[in-house]
């Protein structure tokens, strides 16, 4: 980097906290008057859009509780689409009359899908209009759904399993569309509730789709699938505000190239990668090998006793409200700290006693689901307020690295458990945790957005305290300034007195000389 952009970049304002957050813009900008005076009122230049959700910056869409809980609604029915497949493995063997090990790829094929998606369609949200994308993908994510009930081909089956999970990225466009729309005193809220829809949909998805194809024919459930996207789809299209492109001038390339940029040069997300990447393995590790853990000794339950064990996470959702709140009112550093130390103690717990006593299970449970969420908040809020032109990319890395972490998870966790138990499987856990907690000392809560390593601005965790401490410092930085520009001012004066007077003698002085 030269001198040059050294400084430029030296002079540009940034957030004194990386615990601040940056406000979504509201104001008429010379875009969005652009966009106005073109008449932007179509979908796709063709589909009306209802007056009530158009963009009008002189009255922004109200971001409510009901706005929220229909995203968080959204997020549930089409993340359902990656996990649908997995209890209907042995059906899928059966209809198509292959064995079990052709169709093993599926869950891994939508899988794959969803992580294209995340990496090459989610930056899209910095782009172009969000409105318009979230439909585009909701519609064909449903349509590509009829494919998958009706077709009795496996290669078929597997390359729609693939497109659905690219399309299935929606909640992702949410999230960061959210953050927009919300508050800045309720972002973490509206994440919270976002967020777990989420995790209801992996909860929703498993049960709904063993116990539908339990008494009818596996079909049943993609056809359940495609009514309840459509449905969303109608819903979104009413509801879902329009809002203008971010980034007008960007290219698509630019965009992906400065995701990989934001890796190295911005010190708080790459903090959060190395936090989320382990904390998602655990609990990816746990949810995975509590199946080799219930079903044998001492426990020897049956399949849907084990998959009934799932339902404990709702008390994960149903926290979510109260999560959110919570964040709102502390440093996001001080909320993921308090969630770290949390899971520290479950996975003690768990390392302790959860081959001995169900109640441990349940436990770590619990436990589990509402401290993870909380961490994943946590980093996500703080992570988004880094840049409010960019929060599509920066959400879409950090979902990376929490897919990345899960398949860690899956690998390391089901290798362990089976060669050497569940106290050891349990003791990775714990370890991955308490690594998560010494990246996190390494940059405190108050450190400015370039700072890589410190600890800066002491240890209150409060946002309140802190943002009224910024103000008294800012209050203070303008009355030194103007102090030093009056300071000026009078020097000035006193020169240009003492010039006069001078000037005065020296006419003085040559009117004499004439006389």
Known sequence: MSHDENTDRQRQPSPTSTAETLPAPTAMTEEAKEDVAQGLAKDFGFIPIPKRVRYDPEHPAHFGLLMNVIFGVASTFIVSNLYYCQPLLIQFSIAFGVTYQEVANIPTLVQAGYAVGLLFITPLGDLVRRRPLILFLTFIAASLSIGLAITSNLVVFEILTFLVGVATVVP????????????????????????????????????????????????????????????????????????????????????????????????????????????????????????????????????????????????????????????????????????????????????????????????????????????????????????????????????????????MGTAVGSKVFVEHGWRADASVNLAWTAWTLFVLFLRGPHCPRYTWIGWQGGFELRKSRVLARLERERAVAVTDEEKANTSAGSKVVTKTETKDVSDADSREKSAGDQV
């Open 172 to 407: 992702q466009i949410l999230m960061p569309l959210a953050v927009d729309l919300a508050p800045p005193e309720r972002r973490a809220s509206a994440l919270s509730i976002v967020l777990s829809g989420l995790l209801l949909g992996v909860l929703i998805a498993r049960v709904l789709a063993g116990v539908v194809a339990q008494f009818v024919t596996w079909r049943v459930v993609y056809y359940i699938a495609i009514g309840v996207q459509y449905a969303i789809l109608f819903v979104l299209y009413w509801m879902l505000p329009d809002y203008p492109a971010k980034n007008k001038g960007a290219t698509y390339f630019g965009i992906l190239y400065s995701m990989g940029k934001f890796v190295v040069t911005e010190p708080l997300l790459v903090q959060a990668i190395l936090i989320n990447m382990p904390s998602s393995a655990t609990f990816t590790n746990w949810w995975v090998t509590l199946t080799f853990l219930l079903g044998g000794p001492p426990y020897n339950y049956s399949t849907v006793g084990i998959g009934l064990f799932g339902l404990v996470g709702m008390l994960g959702v149903a926290m979510a409200p109260l999560i959110g709140r919570m964040i709102d009112r502390l440093v996001p550093w001080s909320a993921t700290l308090v969630a770290i130390i949390a899971l520290l103690i479950t996975f003690a717990i768990q390392t302790a006693a959860v081959g001995l006593h169900v109640v441990v299970v349940v436990i770590v449970c619990i436990g589990l689901d509402i401290f993870r969420q909380t961490q994943q908040v946590s980093l996500t809020t703080a992570v988004l307020g880094l840049d409010a032109n960019a929060r599509s990319r920066l959400n879409a890395v950090l979902i990376l690295s929490l897919f990345i972490g899960q398949v």
